[in-house]
């Protein structure tokens, strides 16, 4: 039996007059997730401005030693104070990147083709197990919408999204873009919609005009835009800047920052625009400051 209070102790007071707030979830399509799944989420979007500037160095799995990423263990490091995480595979993180570095990480979990083949032929290659062993906050494969290996695809994201489901660990979907396909608002807005519908958390699609509006609106998880190949560094902010007034929630940028004259001067310009919906210009003004 529990023992009364003694005579004489602080009363106990548990404000019966004040109910218990229970507030929603930053984060579109989040608020129905367990603990955990939402705690991953919200080191990956930033909950004051609600969005995320990924930097995705994970190119090498299918390129190899492409230009900007030969030395990952120089490249790289300098980037990550202005990132909010990072997307990259699993032997350039444990090789590279000093486990120090309190960043929360996208695991790239997919393999099994390269440039040299057929891009879309993969399977996965890294379990939920292994990137919860790397600390990983998500995990994330493609899927080819309309290409030969659609079903094979889809079905390495539906493993995905089913073994993290299990252990609280959200899915990012990429609708990657054969050659044959356009990326057009009709294609990227089936893709997104479709990798959304089976259940992933965050969805890395491409920009693109007109209809991107569209997009999102139709996608009813959060959408961050794909960097894409490298272009002038105020296109580049332009696009950001776009997708952002159009309701994307981030960005996952790669050779547009590593690529760029100055890459951390222009890490930090995609913030500005991303999280302080700053416009094209000043963010490149910003950029021509801090490289000097």
Not at 91 to 109: A, F, N
Not at 146 to 159: F, I, M, P, Q, V
Not at 242 to 247: F, L, P, V, Y
Request: glycine letters at 10%; aromatic letters at 6%.
């Amino acid at each position: 039996m529990v023992d009364r209070d003694k005579s004489g102790e602080t009363a106990k007071d548990f404000s019966v007059d004040v109910p218990m707030e229970t507030p929603g979830f930053f984060l579109k399509g989040s608020a129905h997730l367990n603990w955990g799944m939402k705690n991953r989420l919200s080191r990956i979007f930033n909950p004051k401005s609600g969005k995320t500037v990924m930097l995705a160095f994970d190119h090498g799995y299918i390129m190899g030693p492409t230009s900007g990423l030969e030395r990952i263990d120089l490249s790289i490091p300098p980037l990550l104070p202005y990132t909010d995480c990072l997307m990259c595979a699993r032997g350039t993180l444990r090789s590279c990147i000093q486990p120090e570095i309190d960043k929360p990480l996208v695991m790239r979990c997919s393999t099994g083709a390269t440039i040299l083949k057929d891009l879309s032929d993969e399977v996965i290659g890294v379990t939920v197990q292994d990137a919860i062993a790397m600390n990983a906050s998500a995990v994330t494969t493609q899927a080819y919408i309309g290409g030969e290996h659609e079903k094979a695809t889809l079905a390495n994201l539906a493993r995905l999204i089913n073994e993290g489901n299990l252990y609280g660990v959200p899915t990012l979907g990429v609708t990657a873009v054969g050659r044959e396909l356009v990326r057009d608002s009709r294609y990227l807005g089936l893709a997104s919609r479709v990798v959304a519908e089976l259940g992933v958390h965050f969805v890395k699609t491409y920009y693109c005009e007109p209809g991107f509006d569209e997009v999102v609106a139709g996608c009813p998880v959060p959408i961050v835009i794909a960097g894409g190949k490298k272009m002038p560094e105020l296109d580049a902010l332009t696009m950001a800047y776009k997708a952002i007034d159009q309701g994307a929630l981030g960005v996952d940028m790669g050779r547009n920052i590593f690529l760029a004259e100055d890459p951390v001067a222009m890490i930090q310009a995609v913030r500005t625009v991303v999280h302080d919906g700053e416009k094209p210009e000043k963010a490149y003004d910003l950029y021509q400051t801090l490289k000097k």
